[in-house]
């Protein structure tokens, strides 16, 4: 379409041919139907940058409620902090929080107090782990934590405990009334270790959310894969060493 506009419209200027009212409606029809199918195409390809723009911002590197580090962002750093423990060759370890009874707290505190109990989770996990180390909300009702070095297997027995003991603390937050409320969190806590040896992190997340949700089910409320057995048992309980 746009060659034959173009070469009738140079035509035309050049008075070449004598076109008549035929050719040059031919010609100008050419021009409008290229210039409509031209801004059709850059239309079409501004629409798409716009979504690919909008889908980008959904996944915001930051957890608008907690502050915490999103899921896709939390992948990022549990990948660079595996290259670089290849490197160091120390042991670590990655902590995957559920919180079970979310919709529960949700319909005695609403929205608002939902906030106040993830908030306090959070910083509960950070103070637990310390500053150096990334916690992340990686989905709705799952907090994961990186200890990117510890001092031994079994401080992993310390470590699952101070956290599913600190997060079953009680959490005063403002209820639909305006007055505090003190709830008791129904939670589990699932401690992969992280060996000198490679791991995908994506086997790395489905362990600890699973052990996680093992967790459930053990009074300590922390679970840890035995080293000796290969089973999923309470983190006091397992062959850590001394």
Known sequence: LTLPAIGGLYALAMNVGNLGPGPQALVALSAALSNGLAG??????????????RNENAELPIDPVTKLLGSKELVRKLIVAQRRRRRTRRDGAVLAILI???DRVAAQVGSAGVHE???AISGRIQRQVGVVNPVGRYWERCFVTLVEAIHSPAWL??????????LRQPIEVAGRDGERVKLRLDIGVGVVH???GPLEVEDVLHDAQRMAEAAREMRSRAAIMDPA???VVPVEMANLGP
Do not use: Y
């Not at 027995?157 to 600190?166: C, F, Q």
């Open 194 to 196: 992280l060996g000198t």
């Open 117 to 119: 109990v993830l908030i």
């Open 157 to 166: 027995r310390t470590l699952g405990l101070r956290v599913a003991t600190t």
């Open 229 to 231: 057995t290969g089973q």
């Open 40 to 53: 059709f195409v850059l239309w079409q390809r501004d629409r798409h940058e716009w979504k690919a723009r």
């Open 100 to 102: 079970f009874d979310l």
